[in-house]
């Protein structure tokens, strides 16, 4: 799964920290399938859903607002606002149908007006 370079940096030095702390317990909150996460297995949407709760709490956010799945929806505007294709957009969420994807997308007000700007001016 590609990273953007700032969140690669972060978790190479969280890897480093816990390494140096000799840390045990799961060591990110998602998993590649391909080498799953340090206890062997894929977090639960509960033990990710606890630990946003919990870094919410800690950073102030209110709950209401942010949520594992509300990012999801913003992670995937951003990424069509940018430019993004939405096939890619559709694999990067793990979507098998586009469809599903759709789902997630929200118009913005830039992007309405954006549309309503490549209309052909009336005389």
């Known amino acids: 799964m590609p990273l953007y370079p700032t969140a690669q940096e972060a978790l ?3 890897r480093a920290v816990r390494r140096s702390a000799r840390a045990r317990g799961p060591l990110f909150v998602f998993a590649n399938p ?3 996460a340090h206890t ?6 509960s033990w990710v859903e606890k630990a946003f ?11 209401t607002r942010a949520t594992p799945h509300k990012l999801r929806h913003a992670y995937s505007t951003a ?9 890619a957009v559709k694999d990067l969420l793990g979507h098998a149908s ?3 994807t759709q789902i997630y997308l929200h118009a913005t007000a830039g992007r ?6 490549k209309l052909p001016r009336l005389p």
């Open 98 to 100: 586009i469809s599903t």
């Open 53 to 63: 709760t919990r870094l919410a709490q800690r950073a102030q956010v209110d709950r």
């Open 40 to 45: 062997g297995r894929v977090p639960s949407a």
């Open 112 to 117: 309405l007006a954006e549309a309503v700007r």
């Open 79 to 87: 990424l069509v606002e940018a430019g993004v294709a939405l096939d």
């Open 12 to 14: 190479t030095e969280w």
């Open 34 to 36: 391909a080498k799953p």
